[in-house]
């Protein structure tokens, strides 16, 4: 995934993509772009609705995610805001954030 | 390092947003929204284009950002670079076919010591995205770590 991202979000940072150069930058593998995570929790709070519902929308990188890893996304609606936590498959949190939508 | 006097630093750039890109990142994102693909059923609703993602927003303030990364001072630090934090506030929406001009400014940087000790780097970037009626359409702030050696 981090290759497709590449390409579609023209973030070439080659510690999305490239294994060794992440490696010698003291990471065990490549990782993730942050702003794809944030994407896909976008994805999960919108679903099918109207894209301007959300009108903020913060997030913290926690750790990163590593290829293969299951993202669980958990989220909890308190009248206009939205408290977010995406998990990864060994339960370490992943990202965390909040948005407010209109 | 050489990089204390790169606050106030400011990038500017323009981006046009195709159908085509909305279409391309929202199929590597699995996000099947008919307001980013379907043109028919946007222009049933306001007789507009398709609209964008909101994480799209990383596409159309790219251009400004690259401006900084390829700076001299900034480049040699982006291998160590990674995202701390983002927000976003959104104002008019983004939608294909809408040009959008957005500057990106270094707003703070600073030195903090991590929870094992390592001495690392943190640089804000806010950006402003207007669209071709002068209407905000974004602002963001990117707080990036550049972690210590």
């Known amino acids: ?17 490239d294994r060794e150069f992440a490696q010698a930058n003291g990471l065990p593998d490549i990782i993730l772009q942050g702003m794809c995570t944030m994407g896909l929790t976008a ?21 990163p995610v590593l290829p293969g890893d299951e993202l669980n996304f958990e989220s909890e609606m308190n009248n206009a805001e939205i408290d977010i936590e995406v998990t990864n498959q060994n339960g370490n949190r992943v990202l965390r954030g909040k948005a407010t939508t209109r | 390092m050489s990089t ?10 323009d981006y046009e947003i195709s159908f085509e890109k909305i279409k391309e990142f929202v199929e590597v994102m699995g996000d099947k929204n008919p307001h980013y693909t379907d043109r028919d059923f946007v222009k049933s609703l ?19 950002l690259k401006n900084l990364y390829l700076d001299s001072q900034f480049s040699k630090l982006v291998p160590r670079l990674v995202h701390g934090e983002q927000e976003y506030n959104f104002g008019d929406p983004a939608r294909a076919g809408d040009r ?23 640089i804000e970037i806010m950006t402003t995205s207007t669209n071709q009626n002068d209407k905000l359409v974004c602002t963001a702030t990117y707080r990036l770590i550049i972690r210590g050696e």
């Open chain 1, 1 to 17: 995934m981090p290759y497709f991202y590449a390409g579609a979000s023209l973030d070439f940072n080659l510690i999305h993509i």
């Open chain 1, 43 to 63: 994805k999960h709070i919108i679903k099918n609705d109207h894209p301007s519902k959300v009108e903020t929308f913060k997030v913290r990188f926690l750790n």
């Open chain 2, 4 to 13: 204390n006097n790169i606050i106030g630093k400011k990038y500017e750039a």
């Open chain 2, 46 to 64: 306001d007789g507009g284009h398709p609209f964008a993602p909101p994480t799209f927003a990383a596409i159309y303030c790219q251009p400004a």
């Open chain 2, 100 to 122: 959008i001009h957005t500057t990106a400014e270094v707003v703070k940087h600073f030195n903090k010591t991590n929870r094992s000790g390592k001495d690392n780097q943190v």
